[in-house]
């Protein structure tokens, strides 16, 4: 049995990978064990030791001296609650289904797709690699002031490369590693915090430490930090006094809003870390939504209770000016040291861990050529390539410093800002789509309230520096566009857009009756009726309905004795694998068959396929069924019945056999092709031939797929009765009918417009047989003048419109006047003005039959004539036969190939719609 082709990829890993090659893909990650990690130690700890930096011994009393007790506490709220609402938003995300690991890259890129969930992953990852170096930088440097305060800088150095070393063994030991010794970071960080509190809290008396000559006042207004370091500090058993002194703000300079909201708000920052170890944990669903909101809540008591003390006990030039106020009044400092060492080791070990897993999660999805780092530990699914990769960028992020180090803080503060917008939209829009399927088991979220997320970070973005705002989303930008251009980003993860546009629609839809038809909205919209790929007739049909509904029949023909269970054998896998992966019916086979034409010919229309036995009442079916409420086909477009051509393959089966043969990357020929190349060059060329199946053909008419042989017949192949009598229907269910002959010619043209090359102008024609009056004016003539406006103006300058009119005498002084006539009827249509020419029909033809072959033989002779730059004619379909016997109806299309023979491609037109199609009034 033939191997199926690897084009769909996993949901989780996104593997194609083959046996052999089980590099971090699907086949491996089915023998890997799973980290089960808890919500303690999985979520609440990790989220808390990140949140809970060096900001809170630091940084909350310099916030306290400008921002005073009340702006203090809104900034936080305010923080929060943007922090709070992402919170709430993966929350209900994650409760929606399995969540594998990889953080907020897994939910945006199954929530948003690939490109949006790729761009944000990158930057999202980069910014845990500058936090991991940030954060090892001020641990080092608290240890170094502390311990060692003239240690030159090499020792720094070495300290700093060796603190990493470490952290990178813990990250190797894996999960477990990871939660025992954060379980020690967290004992160690909380007993600081509680000392520290409760030397605030529990001191009864005043004293002043100085650092200064008692004389000496210094400036603490500068930007310089290190002049924060070095102030005097008066401490005050808590007063209310003191409250009221710090409540309101003191703004200066250099210290404003802007400067303490970005600092608060990095404080805050922290609650993606549980996501990110989201394939380490025993139940994700559960854990990250109640461990997260834990870890908010402790963290939001313990620095608004920071606050509340500081204000109550200092000064507000000793809070102004020294950033070690904590530690200076504490009943040791070491205390505050630890506790400062532990907050940052903490947050630089939970950013490598985190780091590393997000990198695997890309590489496992193929949308960046990372393919190495998808690989995961026989025990526990480690990422150790990963974690060594980031390891290896944070050791270089070290030696950036000064204003590089504040620029880029600010860049990634707007990257993590980025990741939350993203989350937020993803939760709003899901919310938005009202899908059925979207139930997540946690209902604290809505889409307003992940609106209001999204709005609130995509706004702090931009009002913390509009330039580095810019930097971030330019960026985002190229990196999404990137991955858009040159990866396989036709994953099975659903498409949010989609979904929102079927809602959309389906609401609009309700709202078009089709019983308000007028005039002035008239469009053409088509049915085309085909069975094979006739590129130039689909491409006409797609010219002609650049703004209406274009729709694309075709029919399944099931012999009434055919086994069900012995045709499930012949269905072909590579259209289905590619296309419709997950349906396996015949009518779906056909379907995914013509949705390859589609895609590769840039067609943008609609499939419907009609399944049965017969296929005079199939096609009898598509005509009644096509389209939905108001939105209906009002134009059904027929290939010419030739008679004598070549009647091609079936077509489905000619495209399937040539798509396997040039794409199917689990062949045979491929893996004989492809077999004395490594095994990374093997992966590429698989990636590099998947990718190019999904891309639009540069030059459909001559694609081995796309295109058929130029001597096939792709008429329906109904004989003469039954052909005229579904025009018949056509006209009896009130719609027009084009039928097209010749549509091959068209095909230079096509060509040459899509290639872009210089073109010759030439002409379209609309041909008016007979006379006409403003009472019969809605006939057939509005139709051709529609059609054919229509079409010059989708091709464009290369086409220019002419009327041409044949009628059987006039006398001399007439012709100005049938002319005229025309150009009325040119200037009430607001057409701009065509070369308008009017004929004497031939003596010969003046006396004959309008049915007879005599008069349709000059007919053609006189278009044939005056068609020598002509690329399009349109004509009046001739009225059908009353009595449709096998003679009339042979004889019928006997007068028509006599009419249409040996022109240019022609259209022949009959109005079937009741309602006028042409506006001439306001």
Known sequence: MEKAPLLQASINNGSNLDEEESFGGEEELTENTKNELGTINGVYVPCLLNILGTVLFMRIGYSVGYAGWIGTILIFVFSELITILTALSFSSIVTNGKMAGGGAYYMISRSMGPSFGGATGIIFYTTYVANCAFNATAFVEDII?????????????????????????????????????????????????????????FTSHSYHVESLPANGTGSCNSVDDELHFAHNVTYYPPRSE?????????????NDLVVVLALIFTSTCGVMEGANLSGDLKDPAKSLPKGTLMAKATSFTTYILFTTMLALCFDRRSLKCEYLILQKTAVSPYFVVVGIAMATLSTSLGALFGAARILQAIARDHILPLGFFAFGAKKGDEPRYAVVLTWLFANGFGYLGGTS??????????????????????????????????????????????????????????????IYAGVTTLLWLVLFSYIKLTANTEKDWGDISQALLYRVVVARLKELVQRKDSAKFWRSSVLLLISDADVP??????????????????????????????????????????????????????????LWLVEHARLDAFITVANGYNLEHTLRTLISCAGMGGLVPNTVVLPFPEAGAQQAP????????????????????????????????RQAERERIESLQRKPCKQPTKCLVCSCQSSYNSSLGLHNKPFIKLLGECLDAEKNVLLVRNSKGLAPLFHGLQERHKLMPTNIDVWIFGEWDWETLEENITLLLQHAHIMQKALGRVTKLRILQLVRYFFSTEQNTLQEQLKDLVLAARLPMPEILVFCAPEANKDQSHDSIQHYTHL?????????????????????????????????LKCLDTLTAGLPPVVLAAKGEPTPILSTHI
């Open 145 to 201: 002031q502390t311990f060692y305060p003239d240690s030159p800088h090499a020792v720094t150095l070495y300290f700093y490369h060796g603190t990493l070393f470490v952290l990178l063994l813990v990250a190797l030991g894996g999960a477990g590693a990871f939660a025992r010794v954060n379980t020690l970071l967290f004992i160690t960080l909380f007993t600081s915090i509680i000392v520290s509190l409760g030397s605030l809290m």
């Open 242 to 254: 003191r409250l009221v002194e710090n409540f309101y703000p003191s703004w200066d300079s250099n």
């Open 405 to 466: 180090v504040r620029g880029l803080a600010t860049i990634l503060t707007d990257f993590f800002l980025t990741a939350y917008a993203l989350v937020n939209l993803s939760q709003a829009l899901l919310s938005l789509t009202a899908a059925p399927n979207y139930r997540p088991v946690f209902k604290f979220a809505s889409w307003w309230s992940s609106s209001l997320g999204f709005i609130l970070s995509i706004a702090l973005m931009w009002y913390l520096g509009p």
């Open 537 to 594: 007739l689909l491409t006409f049909c797609k010219y002609l309905t650049v703004d209406g509904l274009y729709l694309i029949g075709v029919t399944n023909i099931e012999k009434e004795e055919e086994d069900k269970l012995a045709s499930a054998s012949k269905r072909r896998p590579t259209l289905m694998q590619s296309m419709l992966p997950f349906h396996r019916s015949a009518m779906a086979v056909t379907k995914a068959a013509w």
């Open 650 to 681: 079936d077509y489905v089966s000619r495209i399937d056999n040539q798509v396997r043969n040039i794409y199917d990357t689990s062949s045979v020929k491929f893996r004989e092709r492809t077999k004395a190349l490594p095994t990374k060059a």
């Open 860 to 892: 053609n002779e006189v278009v044939a004539a005056n068609s020598s730059n002509t690329t399009l004619a349109f004509m009046a379909l001739p009225t059908l036969p009353n009595i449709l016997t096998e003679d009339a109806t042979d004889h019928y």
